[in-house]
């Protein structure tokens, strides 16, 4: 089944759902109702009616009904005063008749035909449907409502959005809900309540995420996982403000490109700071502190950089958009011969990163070369010999490393091309989780010059990269990822201790002070509570190892384990356990 | 020599100088000249005249010559007409006049009488002089040239003021010259930039401190030390943002407290977001996510939170005193029954950091018991039963562990009373560094409750504490407490390898990647150079120890040591060396 025909399957099927909703709901005034990735809506004023999941239910069996009888589209050029006729009491519709019409466009109704020839619904519509809606239509689903406004705007109404989803065939459907099922338990905002590893506070504000003792956990080694890696691989991790003044934005020429995702000004004094959206110029004022000879290049400044990009309240989802974010950030500066290797060795690192969460190139993500387009002043720093090199530059990287990757025009950062990382999520939505950028725009801004051999001044380029994008977003894609049951050095609690009974509790201290020592998490549950209950417990938080400890362990003074898949191994020696978990944890398996 | 001679031979110092200006610079328009801690100045308005350094040695000549024939002081009283006319055209000295009358002062001269009888110098003074001042001002010197306004008032003129000091004896003067000599030597500031730790950048803004490369591994050393002691101690290490609604700060009441030390409002959308100046509310907000039991209590919440509080343009100290910093700061929420366990921990937690930077109670620091004043309602919380015990639980832990501490009245916060760490810099200037707090007000405006044993809500109190500090403070102080020779574990580079010739340097990079896969900072210094030039810039960037590497280390596989205290050893094996090496890192040494 190609992309077409799903899109004028589910076109059609919103044409079936407006159907149903009028004939149920006389008084309703239709709006807009397209095909979108996965499914469809169709948006309605429902007046004083309040719609429910239940009239849902309803909704559906009348568009079961009607789709029987369906036996296709009749189309009909109409005049715009014939259309807003057809629509006398709905100022949603003439709204947009006025406007196709102003715009000089030719207005189509669109009927839809049952076996006895009779029109049973007909709507203002472009165009592309199936031809045999009752035969292509195999299975539909109507899934949720929404508010949304008319037009997108906060000004307008508040509409009802109906949204629901359409396939060829039942076993489609079906497949498909499962993966919605799925998507929904692994959602990273339901995981994060059920585990206890971040919260949100109507008094802190919208969009700006508190991490708890657990969530913390997962972030510093997250953190400190990042930070060891790039030092290893020769960056160097600074600290720079998280604020600064307005004139830093203004000399980088970020200022008005980035203006507004930028929060309003601080007033210090006779000066404005900003909470800053990036963190190029406050490297580059470290690189400026001093001059710096060609021995020094390349040098990498790398940094977990608290940003902050003013997202809408309606956007904000989670730890995905939030309103302040911490990007392991950096920013290599190198001479112009000593940039392919760089953006090569970025390549290495994020590949590096990747694997050792299971993430796989092409499978997990690809690659995507974003280029400048040479005609667009406006958006592109002119300079089309400097964009041909870059562009060649970052594409002998991908083509020599054998990596999959498409090529998007216009999809360049002002100051030069770059190579996006396209992640996958698990419902299979594909965004740019972080970049590998080539810039030769900066480097003149900030006069970012070193000695060469002859002791003369020389241009430097940089290299703006991330390895694991922001902390925020790989935390929500990676709980989504493992479904919460996160690998043992991710986890935040390692090892549960099970006491069988009252009179096990001071073996299992024994054993709990031991691990401790080792610097293992490790919970001592020594409550009143069943063996079972414990067990059940540890599951639900998602614990890879449960030590349970009875008599028959305090006698042998062994240990017997259970994993957090279900795996039971009883009378091992703790010092066994102890080798394997430590294995385990710093091998990051 | 009480304090009240020194000033006295100080203040007596100032009419001296002020003397030797007029009869170098007859047009010059004295100001004030009081004695402070350490010295004396005095401002003068000099007019169209320049002084420079070389001015300086000319008026301590003058100042010499005088004080040989300076028999005493000789006091009148006089009228506000009389004062005026003796100081026609001196606008300055007007204004002190005319407010002194107006207040109903009796306005005084003081005459500085010669040994034949005459005045030699006259000055409208308050007196507090020495009496014999040629016997008594034993030696003095004028120290630096500053710019001050006048009344300290940014919208007046600017003088020129001339710092000085004064002794009664050459041999106090001495010793007194050699601690500011070696303070300056320590000062932060100045060796932040000679080992290249931090720098300043007027693009980002004045007081927003850049750490670069090398101030970055201490820091961040400090911080995991600091983590990780406190996650062994029972505390949650959590992350919370670093703005929030200014509706949180009013809820906690801080804000009119704080308003003055607040930046201006961030407006997003229609809601005002601040910069936090400090956690407190946020860590209250973690609490408050869920429902909490009394088995949970002590929650103690910790984190490293970036605080953001104003500071004047002047007053900004190098990492002493910024606009942003990083504090240590945790929360403790315990039960009434818990309060005095935990503020005792906390003495425990800052003893023991104390200790491993070499830092003893009473010598490099010490307590003072901060009260609340009962009768003072605007600035403290109205709850006199409260304040009894709550500087009762604060006293009896001081008194229990034997500590040397001072009370003092009005210091406490508006919702309690609170132990401040008195810290000592090298110059012997005492600030208080951070604090342990207890705290009743805030567990009744957040509802900080919890559930019983019997399932009933009660309130709970917070301990609110510092273990270290603020990072930039505590580095700023360490970097002065060390003299830029930090202990092994928190040195930006550890061991600087030094091969002699070209010859060495393979095997010089054999033992260069062993230590690095071992984690330690270590630098291969194979530049050009000669070995004693190696070895010398090693010295100054104060790297703990040096491994040379020549013919006779090559052949033996041996390796030679030496220290940056200068001990030297040679021969000996690579394994012995790390062994020795870890150990120390490890033990923090």
């Given at each position: 089944m190609n992309e077409e025909n799903l899109k004028n399957i589910r076109h059609s099927a919103a044409h079936l759902l407006a159907a149903a909703v009028l004939e149920l709901y006389p008084n309703a005034k239709r709006t807009i109702g397209p095909a979108i990735e996965n499914g469809f809506y169709y948006d309605f004023d429902f007046g004083s009616d309040t719609i429910t999941e239940e009239d849902i239910v309803k909704i559906e069996e009348k568009m079961g009904k009607l789709l029987k009888d369906w036996k296709g589209f009749n189309r009909r050029e109409v005049t715009a005063e014939e259309a807003k006729e057809f629509y006398t009491d709905n100022p949603y519709k003439i709204e947009l008749i006025e406007q196709f019409a102003g715009e000089g466009q030719t207005l189509t109704m669109y009927d839809s035909m049952n076996y006895k020839g009779e029109a049973f619904y007909t709507d203002l519509c472009r165009g592309g449907h199936s031809e045999f809606p009752k035969k292509e239509i195999g299975a539909f689903k109507l899934l949720s409502l929404a508010g949304a406004y008319w037009r997108g705007d906060e000004k307008n109404k508040m509409l009802t959005r109906i949204y629901g989803t359409a396939f060829p065939t039942k076993e489609e459907l079906e497949q498909h809900l499962e993966m919605l099922e799925e998507a929904r338990k692994r959602d990273h905002r339901r995981i994060g309540k059920e585990l206890d590893l971040f919260v949100f506070s109507d008094s802190v504000g919208k969009g700006l995420p508190l991490y708890t003792h657990k969530g913390s956990i997962i972030r510093r080694e997250l953190e400190q996982f990042i930070i060891k890696e790039e030092i290893k691989r020769g960056y160097q991790h600074v600290y720079t403000p998280d604020i600064a003044s307005i004139e830093l934005y203004k000399k980088s020429g970020h200022y008005p490109y980035y203006k507004d995702s930028m929060y309003s000004p601080i007033q210090i004094d006779d000066e404005q700071f900003m909470l800053r959206p990036m963190t190029c110029p406050h490297h580059f004022e470290i690189y400026l502190s001093r001059p710096r000879s060609y021995k020094e290049l390349p040098m990498r400044i790398a940094e977990l950089a608290h940003l902050y990009r003013y997202e809408k309240s309606g956007e904000?989802?989670?730890?995905?958009?939030?309103?302040a974010f911490t990007l392991a950030d950096a920013h290599i500066i190198a001479r112009v011969s000593q940039a392919k290797d760089e953006a090569k060795r970025c390549l290495d690192l994020i590949e590096y990163v990747a694997s050792v969460f299971g993430l796989k190139q092409g499978e997990n993500y690809s690659y995507r070369l974003s280029l400048g387009d040479r005609t667009d002043d406006k958006k592109y720093f002119k300079d089309d010999k400097a964009w041909e090199n870059a562009e060649e530059v970052l594409r002998s990287v991908l083509k020599e490393r054998k990596a999959q990757f498409v090529e998007a025009e216009g999809e360049a950062a002002f100051y030069g091309p770059k190579i996006d990382i396209q992640m996958k999520n698990f419902a299979g939505k594909e965004d740019t989780a972080f970049t590998v950028q080539y810039d030769f725009v900066m480097p003149k801004r900030f006069s970012l010059n070193y000695l060469n051999e002859e002791g003369k001044e020389e241009e430097a380029v940089v290299v703006h990269r991330s390895s694991i994008g922001a902390i925020e977003r790989v935390m929500a894609f990676l709980i989504e990822h493992y479904a919460g049951a996160f690998p043992t050095w991710l986890s935040p609690v390692q090892v549960t201790l099970v006491p069988?009974?009252?009179?096990?509790n001071d073996y299992a201290k024994e054993i709990f002070d031991k691990l401790i020592d080792l610097d293992v998490r490790v919970y001592l549950?020594?409550?009143?509570?069943t063996m079972q209950s414990k067990i059940r417990n540890a599951q639900l938080q998602k614990v890879p190892y449960m030590i349970v400890v009875g008599d028959k362990e305090m006698e042998a003074k062994q240990i017997s384990v259970r994993s957090r898949s279900g795996e039971s191994r009883n009378g091992i020696s703790l010092e066994e356990f102890i080798i394997e978990l430590k294995t385990e944890i710093s091998e990051k398996k």
């Amino acid at each position: 089944m190609n992309e077409e025909n799903l899109k004028n399957i589910r076109h059609s099927a919103a044409h079936l759902l407006a159907a149903a909703v009028l004939e149920l709901y006389p008084n309703a005034k239709r709006t807009i109702g397209p095909a979108i990735e996965n499914g469809f809506y169709y948006d309605f004023d429902f007046g004083s009616d309040t719609i429910t999941e239940e009239d849902i239910v309803k909704i559906e069996e009348k568009m079961g009904k009607l789709l029987k009888d369906w036996k296709g589209f009749n189309r009909r050029e109409v005049t715009a005063e014939e259309a807003k006729e057809f629509y006398t009491d709905n100022p949603y519709k003439i709204e947009l008749i006025e406007q196709f019409a102003g715009e000089g466009q030719t207005l189509t109704m669109y009927d839809s035909m049952n076996y006895k020839g009779e029109a049973f619904y007909t709507d203002l519509c472009r165009g592309g449907h199936s031809e045999f809606p009752k035969k292509e239509i195999g299975a539909f689903k109507l899934l949720s409502l929404a508010g949304a406004y008319w037009r997108g705007d906060e000004k307008n109404k508040m509409l009802t959005r109906i949204y629901g989803t359409a396939f060829p065939t039942k076993e489609e459907l079906e497949q498909h809900l499962e993966m919605l099922e799925e998507a929904r338990k692994r959602d990273h905002r339901r995981i994060g309540k059920e585990l206890d590893l971040f919260v949100f506070s109507d008094s802190v504000g919208k969009g700006l995420p508190l991490y708890t003792h657990k969530g913390s956990i997962i972030r510093r080694e997250l953190e400190q996982f990042i930070i060891k890696e790039e030092i290893k691989r020769g960056y160097q991790h600074v600290y720079t403000p998280d604020i600064a003044s307005i004139e830093l934005y203004k000399k980088s020429g970020h200022y008005p490109y980035y203006k507004d995702s930028m929060y309003s000004p601080i007033q210090i004094d006779d000066e404005q700071f900003m909470l800053r959206p990036m963190t190029c110029p406050h490297h580059f004022e470290i690189y400026l502190s001093r001059p710096r000879s060609y021995k020094e290049l390349p040098m990498r400044i790398a940094e977990l950089a608290h940003l902050y990009r003013y997202e809408k309240s309606g956007e904000l989802t989670g730890l995905i958009r939030a309103r302040a974010f911490t990007l392991a950030d950096a920013h290599i500066i190198a001479r112009v011969s000593q940039a392919k290797d760089e953006a090569k060795r970025c390549l290495d690192l994020i590949e590096y990163v990747a694997s050792v969460f299971g993430l796989k190139q092409g499978e997990n993500y690809s690659y995507r070369l974003s280029l400048g387009d040479r005609t667009d002043d406006k958006k592109y720093f002119k300079d089309d010999k400097a964009w041909e090199n870059a562009e060649e530059v970052l594409r002998s990287v991908l083509k020599e490393r054998k990596a999959q990757f498409v090529e998007a025009e216009g999809e360049a950062a002002f100051y030069g091309p770059k190579i996006d990382i396209q992640m996958k999520n698990f419902a299979g939505k594909e965004d740019t989780a972080f970049t590998v950028q080539y810039d030769f725009v900066m480097p003149k801004r900030f006069s970012l010059n070193y000695l060469n051999e002859e002791g003369k001044e020389e241009e430097a380029v940089v290299v703006h990269r991330s390895s694991i994008g922001a902390i925020e977003r790989v935390m929500a894609f990676l709980i989504e990822h493992y479904a919460g049951a996160f690998p043992t050095w991710l986890s935040p609690v390692q090892v549960t201790l099970v006491p069988i009974s009252d009179k096990h509790n001071d073996y299992a201290k024994e054993i709990f002070d031991k691990l401790i020592d080792l610097d293992v998490r490790v919970y001592l549950d020594d409550r009143a509570e069943t063996m079972q209950s414990k067990i059940r417990n540890a599951q639900l938080q998602k614990v890879p190892y449960m030590i349970v400890v009875g008599d028959k362990e305090m006698e042998a003074k062994q240990i017997s384990v259970r994993s957090r898949s279900g795996e039971s191994r009883n009378g091992i020696s703790l010092e066994e356990f102890i080798i394997e978990l430590k294995t385990e944890i710093s091998e990051k398996k």
